[in-house]
């Protein structure tokens, strides 16, 4: 096959959601360069560009906690095979002992949280503590990403996570003052934002937070599309600016509809509720887990999970 291989193929289907031929073609017509060919198939409108790589099939939780006062929060996500492990008390029961260890240790980042004394077994490390439960519940299990948010100023964190444990949100809020950060409608409307960015997604927290290389390369993307070849110079110029605008606006957060009145945007909400609290609220940074994002397993049906527990 010239210009491309059979895994170059799969590699492109998977990334891109093309069908097969389209994807044959965009690596002929690139040379057998991966990212030429993606971008080829955007292009022609035949690629998701929010697509992530990877299928989105891992089973487990996210999980998350917020400290007492509301100054720290931690959220975390832990992988198992099965659904059916997934559901079981015993994993359950491991991923909030895990979030509560997450919370109290304050370990700055994954592998310094995995070699920590576990708390529920100090004689052992978090990883070796994870390692024995796949011997009792017999699955493999992966503690795969955690986040810890730790103010060091007024405000607030905040976290959400979907029933069933399938989308996680943490977002840090900052306030005027202190006393406004800790009244109970500040903790309801950073629940409200953790749910808009849970049922929305979103990249960024607004559009100053967009780096140029990105707007570069989406103004590029849109530049090459069909339907504005013919178009004259400055009038596909407009329209490129446009859609880049409206593309990535969606993405950001304080560009949305609020999801509880479409009549806002989420920016106005912000504002809304900070004069309502005698103050200002500052959406300072946030981070979404979707479970198994990225990561994909194999196929296996609910009778064939309820006989690898039974064995």
Same mark, same amino acid.
């Given at each position: ?20 031929? #389209? ?35 891992? #089973? ?8 007492d ?9 832990l ?46 490390s ?48 900052t ?30 927290? $607004?559009?100053d ?8 390369e ?43 009145? $479409? ?15 005698g ?33």
């Open positions: 096959m010239a210009g491309y291989t059979a895994a170059q193929v799969k590699e492109l289907r998977e990334r891109s959601g093309a069908g097969m031929l #389209d994807t044959k073609n965009a690596l002929v017509d690139s040379d057998g360069d991966m990212d030429k060919a993606m971008e080829l198939l955007r292009q022609k409108g035949l690629a998701n560009a929010a697509k992530k790589s990877g299928r989105a099939a891992a #089973d487990g939780q996210v999980n998350a906690a917020t400290s006062d509301g100054q720290m929060g931690v959220m975390l996500e992988n198992c095979e099965t659904d059916f492990v997934a559901k079981g008390d015993a994993f359950k029961e491991l991923i909030t002992i895990l979030t509560e260890q997450a919370l109290t240790e304050k370990a700055a980042d994954l592998a310094t949280f995995l070699a920590q004394p576990a708390m529920a077994m100090p004689s052992q978090v990883r070796d503590f994870i390692t024995e439960k796949i011997g009792t519940i017999k699955e493999n299990i992966t503690l795969r990403r955690f986040q810890l948010y730790n103010l060091d100023t007024d405000g607030l964190i905040q976290t959400y996570v979907h029933t069933g444990g399938k989308i996680g949100v943490i977002t840090e809020f306030c005027s003052d202190k006393a406004m950060a800790s009244k109970p409608e500040m903790a309801a409307f950073g629940k409200d934002i953790c749910m808009q960015i849970a049922s929305f997604g979103a990249d960024f927290v $607004s559009m937070d967009i780096p140029q290389t990105v707007i570069d989406e103004t590029r993307i849109e530049m090459g599309k069909e339907d504005l070849q013919n178009k004259p110079e400055n009038i596909r110029e407009n329209i490129v600016k446009g859609r880049v605008q409206k593309q990535l606006g969606a993405k950001v957060l304080l560009q949305q509809p609020y999801v509880k009145d $479409s009549s806002l945007s989420v920016d106005e909400y912000v504002k809304q509720t900070g004069e309502q609290l103050g200002t609220i500052t959406v300072s940074r946030f981070t979404r887990f979707v479970l198994g994002e990225g990561v994909e397993k194999e196929e296996a049906n609910f009778a064939d999970e309820v006989m690898a527990q039974l064995k």
